[in-house]
């Protein structure tokens, strides 16, 4: 047994003569006020140029013409430029995976094409076919019967 159950049980064996009045006391009866008493004199930070703002600037545009200055051209075989290339994908793979999706796209929507205009034949189908064997062959009067030994029955 917990601790809180054992707690209430004490609780509750010794309350019983007595009255119990439990208090509710909410939220919008509490006063939650402050005697603060603000001046009003604002201390404000001094502007000029010695704020975080402009030392990031001043930071980022030396780093900006540091590495303008010192960066290699375009037409140099750096060894970052060695390594990447060798990780990269040639662009005649690349055509070559293009063309193939682009053939099997094309392929695909031609097949969408035809299922979407396709019909169905033109066949009265039953409900219940059996219906057509209810009937006894050998209780039909003379000359009722149609010619049958022509037909064919057709898979669909």
Same mark, same amino acid.
């Given at each position: 047994?917990?601790?809180?159950?054992?707690?209430?049980? @004490?609780? %509750?064996?010794h309350?019983?003569g007595?009255?119990?009045?439990? %208090?509710?006391?909410?939220a919008?009866h509490?006063?939650?006020?402050?005697?603060?008493?603000?001046?009003?004199?604002?201390?404000?930070?001094?502007? /000029?140029?010695?704020?975080?703002?402009?030392?990031?600037?001043?930071?980022?545009? @030396?780093?900006?013409?540091?590495?303008?200055?010192?960066?290699?051209?375009?037409?140099q075989?750096?060894?970052?430029t060695?390594?990447?290339?060798?990780?990269?994908?040639?662009?005649?793979?690349?055509?070559?995976?293009?063309?193939?999706?682009?053939?099997?796209?094309?392929?695909?929507?031609?097949?969408?094409i035809?299922?979407?205009?396709?019909?169905?034949p033109?066949?009265?189908?039953?409900?219940?076919?059996?219906?057509?064997?209810?009937?006894?062959?050998?209780?039909?009067?003379? /000359?009722?019967?149609?010619?049958?030994?022509?037909?064919?029955?057709?898979? /669909?």
């Open positions: 047994m917990s601790l809180a159950r054992a707690s209430l049980l @004490l609780r %509750q064996k309350t019983v007595s009255v119990l009045l439990i %208090q509710r006391r909410f919008s509490d006063s939650h006020t402050h005697d603060e008493h603000h001046d009003d004199t604002h201390y404000s930070r001094e502007a /000029g140029f010695s704020t975080p703002f402009w030392r990031n600037t001043v930071l980022l545009s @030396l780093l900006a013409v540091g590495f303008y200055k010192w960066a290699p051209s375009p037409n075989d750096v060894y970052l060695r390594w990447l290339a060798q990780y990269m994908t040639p662009s005649e793979i690349w055509a070559a995976i293009n063309e193939k999706h682009l053939l099997l796209s094309q392929q695909a929507s031609d097949n969408t035809l299922q979407a205009d396709a019909k169905r033109n066949v009265h189908r039953y409900r219940y076919p059996q219906i057509l064997d209810t009937g006894s062959p050998h209780l039909q009067p003379v /000359g009722r019967v149609a010619d049958m030994s022509s037909t064919t029955v057709r898979s /669909g």
